[in-house]
């Protein structure tokens, strides 16, 4: 994680990493779930839909991505787990998601802290696009700086969604990364775009934490690298295994 890349997610609570997945990544990606759409919903023209890790091995390979496995080691410490996972599909006029999240009121699995010299997070986001997203699209949007808030984000503010100063939109074009806390007070813009929107949410926990009761299970027919199989292991934090030894990857220099 570059010293800007710190600055900004501490600033914002949010990073943009461009061209993680070249051109033919992209349509590879695409292919897949072309073959196995799930379609959206004819009321709000977009869907939310998990289970795609049983497509193929390419999508299975994102969730240790040699591009955001160092960067989750600095915001999270090593021994992370994936926490769920979902696609969002948006057609023209998808309509907004509520904003959500916050530094307050204190949320215990959605949290930001900085102690002693490093960051702790709770749960956090890692979105791969597969189209382009924007301000002059529509996808995800938030607050920047609300992961440290001292104040309940107003009702007037939540209300006035994207209409209101303090929303943003990044821009995110097709292949880029957008990682961010769930303590950011964060939601999706309505879908303006021809295109359809493609976002894949891998949600990544510390490594004794888990957001829900029950555990995303590894996926079938596709085959799992040590280290992606200890990225599905349950929740703990004594004596668990380093992501990050010799014997699963070549450990990051940062």
């Not at 990493?17 to 292919?31: F, K, M, P, Q, S």
């Not at 530094?103 to 102690?115: G, L, S």
Request: proline fraction near 6%.
């Amino acid at each position: 994680m570059t010293d800007v890349e710190k600055y900004l997610f501490d600033l914002r609570g949010y990073i943009v990493i461009e061209d993680v997945l070249n051109a033919d990544e992209v349509t590879e990606l695409n292919r897949l779930i072309d073959e196995n759409h799930p379609g959206v919903n004819e009321d709000s023209h977009k869907k939310h839909s998990g289970g795609f890790l049983t497509w193929g091995q390419a999508l299975v390979d994102l969730i240790d991505h040699e591009a955001i496995m160092p960067r989750l080691k600095f915001i999270l410490g090593d021994g992370f787990r994936l926490d769920h996972y979902y696609a969002i599909y948006m057609e023209q006029d998808g309509t907004a998601s509520r904003l959500h999240g916050a530094n307050t009121p204190y949320d215990p699995p959605e949290y930001y802290h900085y102690r002693e010299g490093r960051m702790y997070n709770g749960l956090t986001v890692v979105t791969f696009n597969l189209a382009d997203s924007g301000p002059e699209y529509g996808g995800f949007c938030c607050i920047p700086g609300s992961h440290k808030a001292n104040y309940q984000c107003p009702s007037e503010i939540r209300d006035g969604h994207t209409d209101s100063e303090c929303v943003v939109i990044p821009e995110a074009k097709a292949g880029s990364v957008v990682i961010f806390t769930e303590a950011t007070t964060h939601g999706t813009a309505t879908w303006t775009a021809e295109h359809e929107r493609r976002s894949l949410l891998f949600k990544y926990s510390p490594a004794q934490q888990s957001w829900a009761t029950n555990h995303i299970q590894p996926p079938v027919g596709v085959t799992l690298t040590p280290r992606q199989e200890l990225l599905f292991e349950l929740p703990y934090f004594s004596k668990r295994k380093s992501l990050f030894n010799d014997d699963l990857a070549v450990k990051p220099d940062y």
